[in-house]
């Protein structure tokens, strides 16, 4: 099993720029999620989804847009990428009811100038 | 908004030596975990403490839950390299029902 994988790794957009970060996963779980990591912020929530066809908000999701069309994939979307969005960002999925135990994928380092 | 305060933010220890991380919540806690993230890499799930005065144990690693202090700790016996990483705490939000993290405490380990 690959478990959680993103792609990209590594992307350097200019302001204003869009660009669509991907999520798979292939452990059938139910809960996906997005997360913002910066350095004294820890790790922030942005969207998740609790089934396919479904998303909401986390803590930090000004700027973002998720869609989950299909159980295994979460998507995470910049429609006009700023400054302040630069960050790692990490997908994670879970079973349902077993939301403390996730499992993460690699991370996107995301620059954006 | 609950908060997970960890300390110390960083550590260095020789190889060898003991070591203890602390974890403390604003609000009570419902459960505690433990994540561990080697650089560049993403979070791998260590532990789970669910019950106050749990303990629970993994190799060298072990993690205790004081529920009436709303902390939780983090112990390291005889450190090895191979454990140096950022190691987090997270813990559902009473509020949102949502995991939210430590900022996390970097340990280094000189051999």
């Known amino acids: 099993n690959a478990g959680v994988t993103q792609t990209p790794k590594f992307r350097v957009l200019k302001t204003g720029q869009s660009m669509t970060l991907l999520c798979a996963q292939d452990?059938?779980?139910?809960?996906m999620y997005w997360y913002r990591q910066d350095p004294g912020m820890g790790l922030r929530l942005i969207h998740y989804?609790?089934?396919?066809?479904?998303?909401a908000k986390g803590e930090v999701p000004d700027g973002y847009n998720v869609s989950r069309l299909k159980k295994q994939n979460f998507l995470l979307g910049l429609e006009s990428a700023a400054p302040s969005q630069t960050s790692v960002y990490f997908c994670?999925?879970?079973?349902?009811?077993?939301?403390?135990?996730?499992?993460f994928g690699p991370g996107t380092r995301l620059t954006v100038l | 908004s609950q908060e997970l305060e960890q300390s110390p933010q960083s550590l260095i220890v020789q190889e060898g030596k003991n070591l203890t991380i602390n974890c403390t919540s604003s609000?009570?806690?419902?459960?505690l975990y433990w994540y561990k993230q080697k650089y560049g890499e993403g979070l791998i799930f260590l532990m789970m403490?669910?019950?106050?005065?749990e303990e629970k144990s993994h190799e060298k690693i072990t993690a205790k839950l004081d529920e009436k202090k709303q902390q939780s700790s983090l112990h390291i016996t005889a450190s090895q390299p191979s454990h140096a990483g950022i190691y987090l705490c997270?813990?559902?939000?009473?509020?949102?029902?949502?995991?939210?993290f430590g900022t996390g405490t970097l340990l280094a380990v000189q051999p």
């Open positions: 452990m059938n779980h139910e809960y």
């Open positions: 989804s609790v089934g396919e066809g479904t998303t």
């Open positions: 609000k009570t806690l419902y459960g």
């Open positions: 403490l669910q019950k106050g005065g």
């Open positions: 997270g813990a559902p939000d009473g509020a949102t029902n949502k995991l939210i």
């Open positions: 994670a999925s879970s079973y349902r009811g077993r939301m403390g135990e996730q499992f």
